[in-house]
């Protein structure tokens, strides 16, 4: 399916000197290092400038070859750029080999019965040359996973001293960014729903690592040390997958952490795991990640339903219905267009976000939830699994096909190009200065104006 799914710490900054004004890397403007950017939302800061125009010869700075298959979005630390991949290799298991299914669940895909290879890259951001490419595991693995997804589908993160790797029921793992090793972690098998596939793309805090462990059975939300991996604490959680990356941010003194979920919306301590506030509400299979802005937290789901629902972060217990409301309320709900795979993107004041995995798009004011623009279709796409992303004032979104729609933003947004490459786009845009960064089914492109 996929992932693109997640979102990541919410911060702030400042650019107080241009791209070229440094020597070191600065987290405003260098860098972008978790799925969904600095601020975990899609929005490269102030100073990015990308092209809006391109295709397959045109404003492309280097393209380079992934092997294997993966949808997991890189990110980039300075002056490289990293990517997850999982390779079938030509080692088949033998009968002893082979993990003994779990009769517990239900499964619609078949497992590979070839040991897969998972691996970590590391590009030079400047020219695509391969800096250096690690196999953090080979073996076999329990499930398949959807025809859409991957083995590799949760992105890496970094802090700036370490890069952190998740291939999920095949370890975590904390790199420095040289690629030795500094510590793995074996948390046990995930079971899916239906054998669709992991994505668990981890959300560095501080030195927090948080994961969102959710599964078909013995779901838990788990925090590591980041500098030794040891566990600081997990809690159970009563839901089922979700694929959905946590939403990490402070406010009043505690950091929260937000998770979607198909049963319910939850906001946990950071220091503790003690829940903060919950919402129920969402459909099965909740993917889009929290998206969080000005003390709201955006909650969506979109498969075989639809609901949106604004949280503000100031609330405490459950918020589900009136009677049960321990203190606050909802913000507003939303029940129509909502998206299954992709997250929303908030930029001045409006939400924006496709219906399903379709090309219809709504419009919002993340202030009330009242529609501004409702199923109108983004001219030129399919389908998307990719997160939309924003930067100097236009909006970024990556479908299956290859194409990316640019569009400006207003109550009445217009399309501004439309760009094609000749390959499926499952992960989000990645946008660093005046690049952009795409990753297709079999490649990586770096994308800059000459």
Known sequence: ??????????????VVASATDRSEPRLDIDNWPSWRGPTANGIAPAG?????KWDAKTNIKWKVEIPGRGSATPIVWGDQVFVLT????DREAKPEELPKPDPRFVEKTKPSNHFQRFEVLCFDRQTGELRWRKTAAEAVPHEGHHDTHSYAGGSPATDG???????????????????????????????????WGEAVTPVVHGDSLVLNWDQEADSRLIVLDAATGETRWEVPRDDKSSWNTPAVVPFN???????????????????????????????????????????????????????????PLSSTGDLTTPEKTTSGTVAWRYDKGTPYVPSPILVDGRLYF?????????????????????????PGATSFYASP?????????????????????????????????????????????????????????AIEEK
């Open 1 to 14: 399916m996929w992932k693109s799914f997640s979102l990541a710490v919410t911060l702030g900054f400042v």
């Open 48 to 52: 990015a400038n990308p092209p809006t």
């Open 86 to 89: 999982s390779m079938t290799t």
């Open 161 to 195: 001293k370490r890069l952190y790797a998740s291939f999920g029921s095949f370890g975590i793992y904390a790199y420095d960014l040289t690629g030795n090793l500094l510590w793995k972690r074996d948390l046990g098998r995930l079971h899916t729903r239906f054998g």
């Open 253 to 311: 003194g505690k950091t929260q952490v937000i998770v979607n979920g198909t049963k319910r919306v939850r906001s946990y301590d950071l220091a503790d795991g003690k829940e903060i506030w919950e919402v129920g509400g969402m459909t099965v299979n909740a993917i889009p990640s929290p998206l969080v802005a000005d003390g709201i937290a955006y909650v969506m789901s979109g498969y075989t339903g639809a609901a949106a629902v604004a949280v």
């Open 354 to 378: 496709t219906k399903a995995n379709t090309q219809v798009l709504t419009v919002l004011d993340a202030k009330t939830g009242k529609p501004i623009g409702t199923s109108e279709r983004i």
């Open 389 to 445: 992303a924003f930067a100097a004032g236009h909006l970024y979104f990556s479908d299956q096909s290859g194409t990316t729609v640019v569009i400006k933003p207003s109550d009445q947004w217009e399309v501004v190009a439309t760009n094609k490459l000749d390959e499926t786009i499952d992960a989000s845009p990645v946008i660093v200065g005046k690049t952009l960064f795409l990753r297709t089914a079999k490649h990586l492109y």
